[in-house]
């Protein structure tokens, strides 16, 4: 997704002055399980049998200003080096940092923007992302830029750069758009490959041992019909459709991955965004096969962030705005999808603020991390079930 329909994604997107402050409702549905994080996204269960959150930070002290995304106002941006993974004892609720010193921006009018996900090698190896990338030479990236990098641990919790995605896209460019990197989602893969999820470049990513990128599927545009806009906000504009597109009733939608899982049968599962204007009910989950072409495992829902499996194959699908990022409504939801795939089921809403990633563990809870936007409003909270 090009950064000219979002700068930053992974629960960022929505203006801060939109979200509350509070991370989740109490009506019985979740139980908190730790709060007061900075911005908590992707969240995956490690061998240990700890929760790990990709942690996006609170910016930094090094402050500036930069154009702003429309009109004269620039936007006041703050970086510095607050990103991190933590991990939490779902038992207790304690919460321990284990990597430190990740890139992290904060955003005057965006909220954060910092890691998006992190990924768990068999080993224990911790793998985690940072997302954002428009400059494809290193030397060349502007102040506060963070790269599209992928980052391993090493055992004292140092981060250590494995591969930068910006530069790949540069030199393949698989969906053939603008040059965009935004990696979402990441997963280690039985062989210890790595699949990403790369929402700028509108493809999935493949990271072997070696370090070789390679390109395992594109998902291109779509036209779908426009939707009504707001009065003075031209459609053609924010679907990036231009006025031929619009005057024909139909806009280029971008398909936008958010999320990467390994299925129980050893495919990957994509989970989409789908790009402005952020039509309700155009998100889907594709089930990608070594050699096959992507195909629809559930379809309906609307801006999903994530998803994962119970052992009796049930998909859980985390939704970030339940009624579009356009509608001003912080709520996400979590959906259901019966083993084999078809039509999801909503399994509740309330108490879900812009949450940023889902984890089942091996007893089959529902971890949410919920209030994803802001620093200091994250928590993880446990499915009431």
């Not at 994604?9 to 549905?29: E, F, I, R, Y």
């Not at 911005?39 to 996006?56: K, N, Q, S, T």
């Not at 379809?299 to 985390?318: C, K, N, Q, R």
Request: net charge negative; proline share 8%; glycine share 16%.
């Amino acid at each position: 997704m090009h950064k000219r329909l979002t700068t930053t994604l992974g629960a960022s997107v929505l203006v801060a002055a939109m979200l509350p402050g509070a991370a989740a409702a109490q009506d019985g549905t979740w139980t908190v399980i730790t709060e007061g994080l900075d911005a908590p996204r992707g969240i995956e269960f490690g061998p240990d049998g700890l929760l790990y959150v990709a942690v996006a930070g609170s910016g930094g002290d090094e402050c500036f200003e930069a154009p702003g995304p429309e009109g004269p106002e620039p936007m006041n941006i703050c970086v510095g080096a607050t990103g991190s993974v933590t991990t939490v004892d779902v038992a207790t609720g304690e919460a321990t940092e284990v990597v430190s010193g990740l890139p992290s921006m904060h955003i005057d009018v965006e909220g954060v923007l910092g890691p998006p996900d992190v990924g768990l090698a068999g080993d224990g190896t911790v793998y985690v992302l940072t997302a954002d990338g428009n400059v494809p030479d290193p030397d060349e990236r502007a102040e506060g830029d963070i790269g599209a990098i992928v980052w391993r641990a090493d055992a004292d919790g140092a981060p250590e750069q494995v591969a930068d995605l910006m530069a790949y896209e540069a030199s393949a460019n698989p969906d053939g758009g603008l040059l965009d990197s935004n990696p979402n989602g990441v997963v280690v893969t039985p062989d210890g490959s790595l699949l990403v999820a790369d929402a700028g470049a509108n493809a999935l990513l493949m990271i072997a041992p070696d370090g070789t990128i390679s390109t395992a599927a594109v998902f291109p545009d779509t036209m779908e019909e426009a939707p009504a806009m707001p009065e003075g906000e031209g459609g053609e504009e924010a679907a990036e459709g231009g006025e031929e597109a619009a005057e024909a009733g139909e806009i280029p939608v971008q398909q936008v991955p958010t999320g990467v899982i390994i299925g129980p049968d050893g495919a990957a599962y994509v989970t989409f965004l789908r790009g402005g204007p952020f039509i309700p009910g155009s998100a889907w989950v594709a089930r990608v096969a070594e050699g096959e072409e992507p195909t629809a495992y559930a379809e309906g829902m609307t801006m999903l962030i994530g998803a994962d499996f119970a052992s009796d194959g049930t998909l859980y699908v985390l939704e970030m705005f339940t009624n579009g990022m356009l509608s001003g409504d912080p709520t996400g939801a979590l959906w259901s999808v019966p083993p084999g795939g078809g039509e999801a089921t909503l399994v509740a809403s309330e108490g879900l603020i812009t949450p940023g990633g889902i984890a089942i563990s091996s007893d089959d809870e529902v971890y949410i991390a919920n209030g994803s936007a802001q620093p200091g409003g994250g928590s993880i909270v446990k499915l009431e079930q």
